[in-house]
């Protein structure tokens, strides 16, 4: 059970809640989000709540039996949309596109990016700075300095900014120079960094586990919520499976589960979900006909040169046709 609460309700109203609550044997945990007040409830029996709607300074009580609550479409039937700032937003209005390289590897290569996504009106470049390896003898980032850049070339072209936090230590220094963090398949359930967000007011891409479930992906975004953020994006980018012959299998079955579960938007990672670059443009148009809010697409100026992950980066030209099969689609 949810229940949201007025933030000017009185003591009164308050102790009245309070005392139906603890006849009906009701466990609660109260959480403050940037936006609104709650109190979970956690009911062993039957509680008739109307009991509990009626009392002045609640504003809405549901019951929700999903163990994720916060997320779940039974509690907010209305899909959720992502305010990023200056009009940039995520969900529900369209098909919103991020795109940009694997790794920032260089001003000039930011700035080459950054003419490529104005010549397509895209507001959001996607860019690591730290960046999870298998090996530890790969490329692993250019570190905060190279954040500062990216964010001072992004910021001077009106362009918003997702990036990858790794740990909890990083939100610190990361904070004024991110608009949305990224949280990775790998850390996906990392839930000491999954509090640490939900105490951040910035927007959060939770991307789905290497071999995880629909079920654990929301867990995960539970706790975002929980912890007082309620600026969350999902993010379907491929598990891990048997198949060899690409780098992941891509679930397209998870965007339209995820938007009948979830209020939350939903975005596509085409690039990690096939790994293959001359594929890349179909799983992307796939996941928009599923009903995706947008997706996250590795470009590159030379992929061939590309310090991680050149092998599934567009180019510009790609990335050209791409942006015109998908303003094509929608008509169809």
């Known amino acids: 059970m949810i229940i949201q609460l007025d933030s000017k309700i009185s003591k009164k109203d308050r102790e009245k809640l309070n005392d139906i609550l603890t006849e009906n044997n009701v466990k609660t945990s109260e959480i403050s989000t940037q936006f609104n007040d709650y109190i979970v409830g956690i ?40 305010d990023i700032g ?24 930011v700035e080459k990016t950054v003419k490529q996504l104005l010549k397509h009106n895209i507001k ?4 690591g700075v730290f960046k999870p390896r298998s090996s530890p003898y790969a490329f692993r980032g250019l570190g905060i300095e190279g954040l500062k850049m990216f964010y001072s070339v992004c910021k001077a072209n009106n362009i918003k900014i997702i990036t990858e936090v790794m740990q909890v230590s990083q ?31 910035k927007p959060v891409m939770l991307k789905r586990g290497i071999s995880g479930s629909i079920s654990e992906l929301l867990q995960s975004a539970e706790y975002v919520f929980y912890a007082g953020n309620e600026k969350i994006i999902l993010c379907e980018r491929g598990m891990r499976t048997f198949e060899k012959a690409y780098r992941n299998t891509f679930d397209i079955n998870a965007i339209p589960v995820l938007k009948e579960k979830s209020h939350l938007p939903v975005i596509a990672d085409p690039s990690h979900g096939i790994g293959i670059r001359q594929h890349v443009d179909k799983i992307t148009l796939a996941a928009l006909v599923a009903g995706a809010d947008g997706a996250i697409v590795e470009i590159h100026n030379e992929p061939e040169t590309a310090l991680s992950d050149g092998q599934q980066s567009l180019n510009f030209e790609e990335f050209d046709i791409l942006m015109n099969k998908i303003k094509k689609l929608p008509a169809v």
């Open 86 to 109: 200056d009009g940039v937003t995520v969900g529900s209005n369209g098909f919103t596109l991020m795109a940009g390289p694997c790794s920032i590897e260089s001003e000039e290569q």
């Open 171 to 201: 939100i610190e220094q990361m904070v004024d120079y991110v608009d949305i963090f990224q949280v990775g398949a790998r850390n996906t359930q990392n839930f000491n960094l999954l509090d640490a967000l939900g105490k951040v007011d």
């Open 124 to 127: 959001i470049m996607r860019g």
């Open 43 to 82: 009911v062993s029996k039957d509680v008739d709540i109307r009991l509990i709607g009626n009392i002045e300074g609640v504003k809405d009580v549901h019951r929700v039996t999903d163990p994720y609550k916060f997320v779940s479409k039974k509690w907010k039937v209305n899909p959720t949309v992502i």
